[in-house]
T-cell receptor, first 117, second 111 residues
Framework: DAMVIQNPRYQVTQFGKPVTLSCSQT?????MYWYQQKSSQAPKLLFH???????NEADTPDNFQSRRPNTSFCFLDIRSPGLGDAAMYLC????????????????FGNGTRLTVT | QQQVKQSPQSLIVQKGGISIINCAYE??????FPWYQQFPGKGPALLIA?????SEKKEGRFTISFNKSAKQFSLHIMDSQPGDSATYFC??????????FGTGTRLQVFP
C-alpha cells in the first residue's frame, strides 16, 4: 500500500542535542509537509516542500530546518531542542501544492513523538 | 480572520446516538472545508470534505452541514459507534493557501 512512513515512532533526545526525524513516501507526491502537534492541540504547519522549493512558515523558529534530498524522502532537523519542542511531529504529503477540493488531500504519516529530557 | 473555531472540546455520546461537532470561521475566502479523524498514536486522516457551493454532503454515517451565511459548518455522526472514538479536526482553506485546523474535539462513544 502506498503510504507515508515516519521513523522513528518515538525519539528521545537531550536538551540542546541535535535530532533528525525522517519521512518517506511511496505516493510519489510533489508536496511534503512537516507539522508540529502538541498534546490536545491542532497540527501546526512548520514548512513544506513543493518539489525542491522550500516554503517556511513565518512563525517557524530558526531552530527547525528541513531537507528533501529526493521526491521520496524529507527530513526535519531540530538543531538545539528545547523542552518546549517536545511534541508529535507529523509528516504529510499531497499531490499538488494546494489542498484543493478533493483533488489533493493531505496524507499524514503516524508521526514521531519527540521527548526532550 | 484566519482562525477556525471548533466546539465542543470534548464530547461523550452513547452508542447509537448522534455526535455533532461545530466549527465557525471568519474568512469568507475559505472555499474548502475538510474534516480529519485522528486515532491515538496515529496521524490525522481525511474523513469527509465539502465546498461552499453545497449545503450538505453525506458519506455513510458521516454528514457535513454547511451554512455559508452563518459561516458555520458541522459534522454529524449518525448511529455513533465505539470505533468512532477519536479526535476530530475541522479545517478550512482558500485555494491559494494552507489548511487552517480547528482546535479538535475528542469524541468518546460508550457502549
Amino acid at each position: 500500500d502506498a503510504m507515508v512512513i515516519q521513523n522513528p515512532r518515538y525519539q528521545v533526545t537531550q536538551f540542546g542535542k541535535p535530532v533528525t526525524l525522517s519521512c518517506s513516501q511511496t505516493l510519489n507526491h510533489n508536496v511534503m509537509y512537516w507539522y508540529q502537534q502538541k498534546s490536545s492541540q491542532a497540527p501546526k504547519l512548520l514548512f513544506h516542500y513543493y518539489d525542491k522549493d522550500f516554503n517556511n512558515e513565518a512563525d517557524t523558529p530558526d531552530n527547525f530546518q528541513s531537507r528533501r534530498p529526493n521526491t521520496s524522502f524529507c527530513f526535519l532537523d531540530i538543531r538545539s531542542p528545547g523542552l518546549g519542542d517536545a511534541a508529535m511531529y507529523l509528516c504529510a504529503t499531497s499531490r499538488a501544492r494546494l489542498p484543493g477540493p478533493a483533488n489533493s488531500p493531505l496524507h499524514f504519516g503516524n508521526g514521531t513523538r519527540l521527548t526532550v529530557t | 480572520q484566519q482562525q477556525v473555531k471548533q466546539s465542543p472540546q470534548s464530547l461523550i455520546v452513547q452508542k447509537g446516538g448522534i455526535s455533532i461537532i461545530n466549527c465557525a470561521y471568519e474568512n469568507t475566502a475559505f472555499d474548502y472545508f475538510p474534516w480529519y479523524q485522528q486515532f491515538p498514536g496515529k496521524g490525522p486522516a481525511l474523513l469527509i470534505a465539502i465546498r461552499p457551493d453545497v449545503s450538505e454532503k453525506k458519506e455513510g454515517r458521516f454528514t457535513i452541514s454547511f451554512n455559508k451565511s452563518a459561516k458555520q459548518f458541522s459534522l454529524h455522526i449518525m448511529d455513533s459507534q465505539p470505533g468512532d472514538s477519536a479526535t476530530y479536526f475541522c479545517a478550512a482553506s482558500m485555494v491559494t493557501d494552507k489548511l487552517i485546523f480547528g482546535t479538535g474535539t475528542r469524541l468518546q462513544v460508550f457502549p
